[in-house]
């Protein structure tokens, strides 16, 4: 079992790798006669590390497959077992039962050359970038060619196509040291590009990068998924980072799959309180000067209702002004919104104040929103 636990170990295991791979350079995976729109499946995945404190269950029978061509997301909390799932596909971990196709073929029955075959196709993106100090940028990008013995000219062809690609031009000559973060994660994505892999695996890979930085690094990767059908599977805490690229999402929960499914869905409408739990900093709660003064009842001091609506993408219907103006019998006003919009669907929640017309009559409500819900009720001028 390989564990990388730092740059160093990481560059040196990458090395060993493709020294083995120029020894014995076979060409890629036999063909199978597999679902052809599956690029990993994982069928009944358990994973149970030795330690000297006993066992640990880190996964508990996943049963999941991933679609060409998609940017598939796992979220989960510390030590969930995203990463011991995720280093199942490229065999950086064995599952200790059950098996990993990727692209048909049962990861688990390659041989040396086989897995090496294997690893070519599945680039890998690591949080920490994993470049080496001693090599400028070009170098780290050109090592895996360098290794596997590829003549000179095609390493600075598609060296150059692969620097063009991430946006590296002019800092070919840089050492990592003076290269910014988002510029070490471009070398390291370039460097996983070389391959032409069908599948790319990032561990947290903005995780150590700023807000700004990574929101130029999704980009770059949903440029790259979309122009080259690459699958990218990836693992993050920032719930925005699966809203902006990912088009599923996995819910890992102490090993096991809490939910699974489109972004929109388990996101619009979270079901598993794993889900709910992470995805409650998104959700605010009523502003506290709104709190202060919500009543159960409609009085003649609190005349206006606070309603909560919730749209989900379920039955199609949007935000719309002039319904709710309707809903509420009356003008109203927003007093908080957390709005988003994910490949055509809309989710979210508005916080609404308006004319109290019937005490605890939510119908209206119903036809404007997934879900709508009165708050209580607050004097006219909150
Ligand atoms: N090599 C190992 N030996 C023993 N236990 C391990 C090993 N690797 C992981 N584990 C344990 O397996 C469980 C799942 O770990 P994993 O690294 O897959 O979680 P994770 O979801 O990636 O967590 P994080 O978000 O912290 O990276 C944890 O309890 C972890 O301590
Ligand atoms: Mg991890």
């Not at 690591?126 to 360098?146: G, R, Y």
């Amino acid at each position: 079992m390989t564990v990388i636990s730092s740059a160093d170990t990481a560059s040196a295991s990458l090395r060993r790798d493709f020294r083995r791979e120029a020894l014995d350079a076979r060409p890629a995976l036999p063909a199978t006669a597999a679902d052809t729109s599956l690029s990993v499946v994982f069928e009944n995945v358990r994973k149970i590390y030795r330690s000297s404190s006993g066992p640990v269950h880190a996964l508990h029978g996943i049963d999941l497959s991933i679609k060409h061509g998609s940017i598939f997301g796992i979220i989960g909390r510390s030590g969930a077992g995203k990463s011991s799932l995720l280093r199942t596909i490229n065999r950086l971990e064995a599952p200790t039962s059950g098996r990993v196709l990727v692209e048909g073929q049962d990861v688990a029955a390659l041989d040396a050359a086989g897995l090496i075959a294997l690893r070519r196709r599945v680039g890998m993106v690591f949080q920490h970038f994993n470049l080496m100090s001693a090599k400028t940028a070009w170098s780290n990008i050109a090592l895996p060619l360098v290794v596997s013995g590829a003549p000179k000219a095609r390493i600075d062809e598609r060296v150059g196509e692969v620097v063009a690609l991430t946006g590296l031009e002019g800092k070919e000559r840089a050492y990592p040291s003076r290269l910014s973060g988002g510029q070490k994660q471009r070398v390291g994505i370039a460097r996983a590009l070389v391959h032409r892999p069908d599948i790319l695996l990032c561990d947290e890979a903005t995780s150590a990068l700023d807000p700004e930085t990574t929101l130029s690094i999704l980009r770059l990767l949903k440029d790259i998924n979309r122009r080259f059908k690459i699958t990218i599977v990836l693992i993050t805490h920032e719930m925005s980072v699966i809203r902006e690229i990912c088009d599923s999402v996995l819910v890992l929960d102490s090993g096991r799959i809490a939910e699974v499914g489109p972004v929109w869905r388990v996101f619009g409408d979270p079901e598993h309180p794993a889900t709910r739990a992470l995805l409650e900093p998104l959700n605010r709660d009523i502003p506290a000067d709104v709190a202060e003064q919500l009543r159960p009842q409609p009085d003649s001091g609190a005349s206006s209702a606070v309603v909560e609506l919730t749209y989900m993408s379920k039955s199609g219907l949007e935000p719309d002004p002039v319904a709710i103006a309707k809903a509420f019998g009356g003008p109203f006003r927003l007093l908080q919104s957390s709005l988003d919009r994910i490949e055509g669907h809309v989710y979210g929640r508005l916080l609404a104040v308006g004319p109290a017309r019937l005490a605890g009559d939510v119908d209206p409500f119903a036809r404007v929103a997934d879900r709508a819900r009165i708050l209580g009720y607050v004097p006219a001028d909150v």
